[in-house]
Nanobody
Framework: QVQLVESGGGLVQPGGSLRLSCAAS????????????LGWFCQPSGKEREFVAA????????LYADSVKGRFTISRDNAKNTVYLQMTSLKPEDTAVYFC???????????????WGQGTQVTVSS
């Protein structure tokens, strides 16, 4: 079993910042976590999910979508089984539901991972 619970979404003005958190738990996660990536996807209203960022267990490998490079930072606290997405210089086009995802690097980046959180809404608007 894997449970992913996101938090930290909300309404923010353009140019503002927000930090999302995703707490992972479950027997399957605990046994597989060292080989897994944790990542984030976003889904704007009416559109498909898009890859945002991913990070490996040790934190020394991070992957980002071109649209967020230099603005978003992914990190993790393995003691808390939590991954974070620090979002800065937010734009209205960042408005979306953000989902946490766990699995192998290939599956996380491709969006084919089995384990997803329920999502948290981020709205960037003045």
């Amino acid at each position: 079993q894997v449970q992913l619970v996101e938090s930290g979404g909300g309404l923010v003005q353009p140019g503002g910042s927000l930090r999302l958190s995703c707490a992972a738990s479950g027997r399957t996660f605990n046994s597989a976590r060292m080989g897994w990536f944790l990542g984030w996807f976003c889904q704007p209203s009416g559109k498909e999910r898009e890859f945002v960022a991913a990070i490996n267990w040790s934190g020394d490998r991070t992957l980002y979508a071109d649209s967020v490079k230099g603005r978003f930072t992914i990190s993790r606290d393995n003691a808390k089984n939590t991954v974070y997405l620090q979002m800065t210089s937010l734009k209205p086009e960042d408005t979306a539901v953000y989902f946490c995802v766990a699995g192998s690097q290939r599956m996380v980046v491709a969006g084919t991972a089995v384990y997803w959180g329920q999502g948290t809404q981020v709205t960037v608007s003045s």
